[in-house]
Nanobody, 121 residues
Framework: QVQLVESGGGLVQAGGSLKLSCQAS????????MGWSRQAPGKEREFVAT????????MYADPVKGRFTISKDNAKNMLYLQMNSLKPDDTAVYYC??????????????WGQGTQVTVSS
């Protein structure tokens, strides 16, 4: 299993920045990708960004391209999301995710408890 703990959320004005962090623990060697998703009130959870755990490949959702940057520190089992030029539409609970494949070939996905990001206009 993989445990994920997010931090860094908060209240920020539109145009401001925040950096989210996610500490991973447990069987992180089975992870092949990690990422961030978010869920705004009354909306479904949506993909934000992902990064391959063993290389630097990244993908971003269109609404955050050019504003958000996902990064990682494998040695520390840390995942980050730098969010710049924040907009009120970015207000949501942000979740850290880990995608794993075990030695038997089973895929699993893990999530953290989420961290609230609120962007005021």
């Amino acid at each position: 299993q993989v445990q994920l703990v997010e931090s860094g959320g908060g209240l920020v004005q539109a145009g401001g920045s925040l950096k989210l962090s996610c500490q991973a623990s447990g069987h992180t060697s089975s992870a092949y990708a990690m990422g961030w998703s978010r869920q705004a009130p009354g909306k479904e959870r949506e993909f934000v960004a992902t990064i391959a755990w063993n290389d630097e490949s990244t993908m971003y959702a269109d609404p955050v391209k050019g504003r958000f940057t996902i990064s990682k520190d494998n040695a520390k089992n840390m995942l980050y999301l730098q969010m710049n030029s924040l907009k009120p539409d970015d207000t949501a609970v942000y979740y850290c995710e880990a995608n794993t494949k075990d030695s038997a070939g089973y895929y699993r996905q893990y999530w953290g408890q989420g961290t609230q990001v609120t962007v005021s206009s």
